[in-house]
């Protein structure tokens, strides 16, 4: 005859419903808890390696400069230059791009904003300085990649002088207050100074994507994490608070 055998548990093994409910409901505080934390440590690596990336692109262009004159690269070229049916811009390998140390498997990696979750020439988020460092390559200079570039020597005061910031295309450019630029998400591979005849119209502007910071390169070769407010951008030019211009 078979006999049942009492079970190690008293006959009642498991969880009743009332129990996994409150299991459930105390997993969910705690990851309500946590979340926080881990949002912000995803927010301080982003900008840890925005950071890194940026001292990268600012030593590389310090590199171009000394191997060509102290020519700074162009922002960008026009369409169909030398008839190639595409545009380069400054992180092209024939640019900074061929001095930075970044194993990339395009060329807009390097201008790549770890915060920026998408690849894409126009949503790359690292900014260049556009007019007063990076000039644009338009038909009448398309020949000459160096010549009408500032050189580095034009520029008076380079621990102040921003070269590279994060960068996005801003829908609010009639703040005067920069730290109040807003962006829908789309970044952009360079930033308009205010003396560029687009800066109204295109409003790529810098940007604090990293929890009211940005990452910025600056043209001495230091990189700072500061409110694009201290950029400067709010000043006319030559005013001693621009960071943004020579
Ligand atoms: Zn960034």
């Known amino acids: ?35 926080p934390n881990f949002r912000s440590a995803r927010h301080s690596v982003d900008r840890v390696n925005c950071a890194t990336r940026q001292r990268e692109c600012i030593n590389g262009l310090l590199l171009y400069a000394g191997d060509n004159q102290q020519f700074l690269p162009p922002v960008g070229h026009h369409r169909n230059w030398r008839g190639l049916g595409y545009e380069e811009w400054w992180m092209y390998r024939r640019w900074v791009g061929a001095y930075v140390n970044i194993l990339t498997t395009n060329q807009f990696e390097i201008a790549q904003c770890p915060s920026v979750r998408r690849s894409n020439i126009m949503l790359a988020g690292i900014g260049y300085n556009h007019q007063q460092l990076g000039i644009w390559l338009g038909p009448a200079t398309q020949e000459r990649v160096v010549g009408n570039q500032p050189q580095l020597f034009n ?18 450019p009639s703040a005067t207050n920069p730290a109040a630029w807003y962006s ?21 502007r810098a940007y604090n994507r990293h929890q009211d910071r940005l990452v910025a390169a600056f043209a001495d070769g230091h990189v700072s994490v500061l409110s694009v407010t201290n950029l400067g951008f709010q000043y006319p030019l030559n005013h001693p608070l621009a960071k943004w211009d020579l």
Not at 5 to 25: N, Q, Y
């Open 1 to 35: 005859m078979k006999q049942s055998t009492p079970s190690a548990c008293g006959g009642r093994c498991g969880f009743s419903l009332i129990e996994l409910v409150v299991i459930v409901a105390i997993i969910m505080i705690l990851a309500m808890m946590l979340m």
């Open 155 to 172: 520029i008076r005061a380079p621990a102040d002088t921003v070269v590279f910031a994060d960068s996005a295309w801003i829908t609010n």
């Open 184 to 204: 829908l998400g789309n970044a952009d591979h360079l930033f308009r100074t205010p003396d560029n005849p687009q800066y109204a119209s295109s409003p790529q």
